[in-house]
């Protein structure tokens, strides 16, 4: 499976964006890019999930660099409730991966009030 | 409705104990799979079930064995605990087929936190 790389923690101050960033430099053209985050004390919960273009949804946006070697997940306006660890996961479309999903350590990110 | 459910949140037990663990989805999705997160957090697929079929075993010892009596349900029974498999085990399940998409997102559950003493 290729590999993620990101940051073991970031802050932010509520209301401010976030912008979580992943390097995947060995994606492959048919690996999709998705985001979990764990709240603490819960299971982990999905985010977003591209794989070319970049992509919005009611929790958060993803911007996809546009050679693929990496992506950022963008929280528009931080609150409290989005202290979590953050995941930043690869799926193949083929093979043989059935949906599993790897995480790695993930970014723990902390919001100031 | 509870969309992923799992019984029971606690558990624990001594050595060398059998015990079973239950996971139940409401989502009508047919794949179905079992984590464990150890105490330093790290999140590990241990099967999956796609449509009561298992589909990925990942070297997980085989006092470890999963049952499907349908879609809907996944449970995970252990046999002979050992202190090392203490740990917080998460039921997930989503709608998707083997080989496919890779776009299909999973619902995980709240998680039982089995401790082993």
């Known amino acids: 499976d290729a590999k993620t790389t990101q940051p073991n923690s970031m802050e932010s101050n509520e209301e401010e964006p976030v912008h979580l960033p992943c390097n995947h430099s060995?994606?492959?053209?048919?690996?999709?890019i998705h985001w979990y985050r764990q709240l603490p004390s819960q299971g982990p919960e999905y985010v977003i999930h591209g794989l070319t273009s970049n992509v919005n949804n009611r929790m958060a946006s993803l911007a996809i660099a546009e050679d693929r070697k990496s992506s950022t997940l963008i929280l528009h306006r931080a609150t409290l409730r989005d202290a979590a660890v953050y995941y930043c996961i690869l799926i193949n479309a083929g093979g043989t991966s059935y949906g599993k999903l790897t995480f790695g350590q993930g970014t723990i990110l902390t919001v100031h009030p | 409705d509870t969309a992923v459910s799992q019984t029971p949140k606690y558990l624990v037990t001594q050595m060398g104990n059998d015990k079973s663990i239950k996971c139940e989805q409401n989502l009508g999705h047919d794949t179905m799979y079992w984590y464990k997160q150890d105490s330093k957090k790290f999140l590990k697929i241990m099967f999956s079930?796609?449509?009561?079929?298992?589909?990925i075993n990942e070297t997980v010892p085989n006092r470890f064995s999963p049952k499907s009596p349908d879609k809907a349900h996944l449970n995970l029974h252990i046999n002979s605990l050992e202190l090392g498999d203490s740990a917080v085990y998460f039921c997930?399940?989503?709608?998707?087929?083997?080989?496919?998409?890779?776009?299909?997102?999973?619902?995980f559950g709240p998680g039982t936190r089995l401790t082993v003493t």
């Open positions: 079930y796609n449509n009561k079929e298992l589909i």
């Open positions: 997930a399940s989503s709608q998707g087929h083997p080989g496919g998409g890779g776009s299909y997102e999973q619902y």
């Open positions: 060995t994606i492959s053209g048919t690996d999709y």
